[in-house]
DNA sequence: TATAAAGATACCATACCAGTATCATTATGT
DNA sequence: ACATAATGATACTGGTATGGTATCTTTATA
């Protein structure tokens, strides 16, 4: 099971780079050389970045990627929805379909509960505060 | 998201029927009639209860399933184990790759701390307080 | 005006999930 | 004895999501 997926991954780690790097703005092949992840797949997640307004662009040489907000205010829990939809534990959903039973399902209760507490913790998780306390070093 | 898979959820809800249903023995055929699921797979699903020590199983004519064990002792973490394998809620693999950051990756202390609540919350529930607190009313 | 960047989209391989399908074994009732 | 009704074991399968590629277009700069 993966809470967060590589897009995901990949999108927090693009953004941490970002704020390190302290430039102004920081290109596809530089965060592909310095992080070392498939060029076109780590293109097409800060396309999406940018469409959600998490990134400026600039087209054209020279260009690339700029924070759009500041990292104080950029979640993972935001950045989770945005590669992966609402951030759910269980989506009673199998095989396209959901659960019938859910309205008298006995385990709802219990999920709901550590789904609420995830969901608190991950919104409340910002870049600017992985980036303190996180072992960002080598 | 599914932290817990359909086969879980079968065996969850087929032991909380044989629990209720306060028989020495039920069989595949009652438990699909009375909870609407495909017959083969729930067969598949109760052996492997009986593999693992959960059920005790009687073969032949008026044959079936009985539980092994006590209800308060059957715990929801430990069925997800026997269908899903150790609960994680990052497995930090994928394509069958596992993160080579893993060592330095800054989001793994907060999602360790997620997923050791869950497990927590999750073992420490039993099918016997499923039922009691539960909404398994129609 | 060549070049180097992002934007947009279509495509693809693999793994996993939720099952089926079969055949073998074992106990029971008549 | 034997048909029947149950579980045991295991192989197979279709659909979907994930983690990517591959291409082509557009835009800015030196
Ligand atoms: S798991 Fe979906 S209704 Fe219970
Ligand atoms: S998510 Fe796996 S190492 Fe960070």
Not at 97 to 114: A, G, R, T
């Amino acid at each position: 099971m993966n809470l967060i997926t590589r897009n995901t991954d990949y999108a927090i780690r693009a953004l941490c780079y970002i704020v390190k790097s302290n430039k102004n703005m920081v290109s596809v092949r530089e965060l592909v050389e310095g992080l070392k992840m498939p060029g076109p797949f780590l293109r097409k997640i800060l396309q999406e970045l940018s469409r959600k307004g998490i990134l400026r662009s600039y087209k054209g040489k020279n260009g690339g990627f700029v924070l759009a907000i500041r990292p104080e205010k950029i979640y993972v829990g935001e950045l989770i929805e945005i590669f992966q939809g609402p951030i759910k534990l269980q989506e009673h959903i199998f095989r396209k379909k959901i659960c019938p039973e859910i309205k008298s399902c006995i385990l709802k209760k219990k999920i709901d509960e550590i789904e609420e507490y995830t969901i608190s913790e991950l919104n409340s998780l910002s870049i600017s505060s992985l980036l303190k306390t996180g072992r960002q070093d080598k």
